[in-house]
């Protein structure tokens, strides 16, 4: 059994920790607001900390779930960061989803004081976390991944290094390309299938057995019919997500023409009050727009 920490107690990284816990590592929880963490002690055990660097004191792996990329670099090199807890020869494990520019820069900077890197962002969202199902993909050194990837398995159910720091964020930012077109493609249907007097349901049921079918459209269709959009992944944290892979396309030479559009289409999402909407709420725009 491993002695852990971690870093960001939110909506991901409540129940990732718990994870680790119930697997039997002994783990220490740090999160910003203290609420977060009592509520979390109170649940599980473990031991709580005032800052980043109390809760990596000691341990051999940091795992961290934050925001963004400024608030990985606060929690990992900020005045109470883990940088100042951690050990040589241990590893911090990154959950976030963030630029590989943010993950080449804490590796390098990791690095000089002997401790190891790895970003590993995930998908499968909140029931993903909950469940202990979700999926991993890792950027770093190999044998170091080996050594983290029996820990990271308590709530995962794939985990896979794709190469060097930064290849776990620009994994994840495929997986987001993705799922940008694919909720819009989705919203544009369903609301095709209301205007043309079908029941969209029983469209679902015939049209998920063959070719279209997607995750989004199993997990989604119901509540999208329904104009329900409090299910997961907010608008706020996916516009972060194709800022980066706009970002990143634009240094690679990709045009993401499809990409760019929904991410302003994500953006009147917001200017509709729907910054904590659920991604499936490009279907709210687009009866929207239907009506005007
Ligand atoms: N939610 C999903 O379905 C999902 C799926 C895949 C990936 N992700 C990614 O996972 C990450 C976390 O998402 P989430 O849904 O768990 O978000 P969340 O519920 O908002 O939690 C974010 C956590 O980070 C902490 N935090 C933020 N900025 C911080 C800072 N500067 N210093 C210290 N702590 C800070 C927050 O502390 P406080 O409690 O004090 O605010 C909170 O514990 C994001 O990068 C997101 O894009 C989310």
């Not at 051999?60 to 020869?89: S, W």
Request: some cysteine.
């Amino acid at each position: 059994m491993a002695k852990v920490a971690f870093l960001g107690l939110g909506v991901m990284g409540y129940p990732m920790a718990g994870h680790l816990l119930k697997h039997g590592h002994e783990v220490t929880v740090y999160n910003r607001s203290s609420a977060k963490a009592e509520a979390w002690v109170a649940q599980h055990g473990g031991r709580r900390c005032a800052t980043p660097a109390e809760a990596a004191t000691g341990q051999e792996i940091v795992f961290c779930c934050v925001g963004n990329d400024d608030d990985l670099r606060q929690v990992v090199l900020g005045d109470q960061g883990a940088v100042h807890g951690m050990a040589a020869n241990t590893v911090f494990v990154d959950h976030t989803t963030a630029s590989a520019d943010v993950a080449r820069e804490l590796a390098q900077a990791l690095d000089d004081k002997h401790i190891s890197f790895i970003d590993a962002p995930v998908s499968g969202g909140q029931a993903g976390a909950e469940n202990g199902v979700l999926t991993v993909m890792a950027g770093g050194d190999a044998e170091v991944f080996a050594a983290v990837k029996p820990v990271i398995d308590c709530y995962a159910k794939s985990a896979v290094l794709m190469g060097d720091s930064g290849a776990g964020q620009l994994t994840k930012m495929v997986n987001q390309i993705c799922i940008a077109g694919i909720v819009q493609g989705l919203s544009e249907a369903l609301s095709f299938a209301q205007n043309a007097g079908l029941d969209g349901e029983k469209v679902v049921q015939v049209i998920s057995k063959g070719a279209a079918q997607s995750w989004q459209m199993e997990n989604r269709y119901q509540t999208m019919l329904k104009d329900q959009y409090d299910f997961g992944f907010a608008v706020d944290w996916m516009r972060k997500d194709l800022g980066i892979a706009l970002n990143e396309a634009r240094r690679n030479g990709s045009t993401l023409p499809l990409t760019a559009l929904v991410d302003q289409f994500y953006a009147e999402v917001q200017a509709m009050g729907g910054n904590r909407w659920d991604t499936s709420s490009l279907m709210a725009r687009q009866k929207k727009c239907q009506q005007q």
